[in-house]
Structure formats: C-alpha cells, structure tokens
C-alpha cells in the first residue's frame, strides 16, 4: 500500500507539472499534453479506489492516518480534475468565439437589383421584443377602455337609483296604490339584472381578449 500511495503522489506532482507546460506552450502540443493529463487522472483516480479498499487491510490503530492521506490524494486529484474542465472550458470558448469571428468577417450584405439598396437583416430577437412592445400597447389601450366602460356602466347604476327614488317619491305623493308600487319595484329589480348581466359580460369579454392575446 505504501508504494501505491506514494507511486500515487509523485503521479500528482507529475500532472501538476503537466499543467505548467501546458499553459506555457502556446498551443503548441497542447491537444497532445491535455490528454496525457487526462489519462494520467485516469491513473490516480483509479489508484485511489485501489487506496480506499487497501484501508481496511491496515491496523485499526494507522487507518486514520491513512485515511487522511489518501483523502488528501483525492483532494488534489479533484483540483486537478476542476482545473482540466477549466482549461477545456477555456479553449471551447476561445474556439467558438474566433469562429464566431469568422463567420461575422466572411458574412455578405446582399443588394437589391433595382435600387441597390442594401438589405439589412433585423436581428430576431429586435423583432420578437417590438412585438411585444406592441402587444403591450395594445393591452393597455383595450383596459383603459374597458375600465370606461364599467366607468359607464356605475354611472347607468346610479342614475337607475336616483330614478327608483324619485318615483318613489312620485308614487308616495300621488297616493299610488300597493300594486302600483309592487310593479315599478319589480321593475327595478329586472332593471338591475341587466346591468349586472351587462357587467360580468363585459370582465368576460374583456378576460378573453387578455387570455388569448397574451
């Protein structure tokens, strides 16, 4: 165990050193370095599962201590891991990045054969939020006009009110009779309804217009 773990740390340091060439080559070899890191943590990573297992071999008295080791193997394994897909990360970015460079300086406006007007191609996502933009207006517009409607509609209601009152007080002075009374209060009640009915169609209205032009 003692020549695997130590076989095991120098195999670290040697992967550290790695590293170091890699960053200072410039790009030169770098594909052929990055896979020998690569499999030299291969190599670790499977030593130290060897590690694990060989613990419960050693005396109840040193497997602590070993255990401390070979976690300490695990943690620098782990940062040599992080600091590969950092690297890897990098590269992929740098890659994608002059591609998209490239692609931007190869790119070609293209003109029309009458006027020679050059054709400018909106990006999308422009597009997409004037869309929205519209979209919004638009909502806003159709609120404000429903709130004048029900606006309307409370001004109808109260106007309906101050006429029940006033004939009311018709009725009272004129000595109407009960039944009299009983049909203009009927009335009223029906009157009420439709305004009611006036209003729930209308939020219903209004409600699907939000629901499917959202």
């Known amino acids: 165990m003692e020549a695997l773990y130590h076989q095991t740390n120098i195999l670290i340091q040697e992967t550290q050193a790695c590293f170091e060439r890699l960053n200072k080559s410039g790009g030169v070899d770098a594909d052929a370095l990055e896979k020998e890191i690569q499999q030299r ?3 670790v990573t499977s030593n130290c599962e060897r590690l694990d297992i060989s613990v419960y071999k050693e005396p109840v008295s040193r497997r602590q201590s070993v255990k401390t080791k070979i976690d300490q193997l695990k943690y620098d394994n782990h940062h040599l891991q992080a600091a590969l897909r950092m690297y890897q ?7 994608r990045e002059e591609a998209e460079r490239e692609e931007l300086l190869s790119r070609r406006f293209t003109h029309n054969s009458a006027d ?3 054709v400018i191609f909106i990006d999308h996502s422009i597009q997409h939020q ?3 933009n519209n979209a919004n207006r638009g909502m806003d517009d159709m609120l404000r006009s429903g709130a004048g409607i029900l606006e309307s509609l409370r001004d109808q209601r109260d106007t309906i009110k101050n006429a029940k009152r006033r004939l009311i007080d018709i009725a009272n002075t004129l000595g109407l009779s009960n039944t009299t009374m009983r049909l203009i209060e009927k009335r009223a009640r029906e009157d009420k309804f439709v305004l009611l009915g006036g209003i729930f169609v209308t939020l219903f209205v209004i409600l ?3 629901i499917y032009l959202v």
Not at 89 to 95: D, E, F, K, L, P
Request: a positive charge; glycine letters at 0%; proline letters at 0%.
């Open 41 to 43: 943590i291969n190599t």
């Open 116 to 118: 020679a007007e050059t």
């Open 130 to 132: 004037s869309a929205l």
């Open 208 to 210: 699907l217009v939000i």
């Open 89 to 95: 990360h990098r590269q992929n970015q740098a890659r």
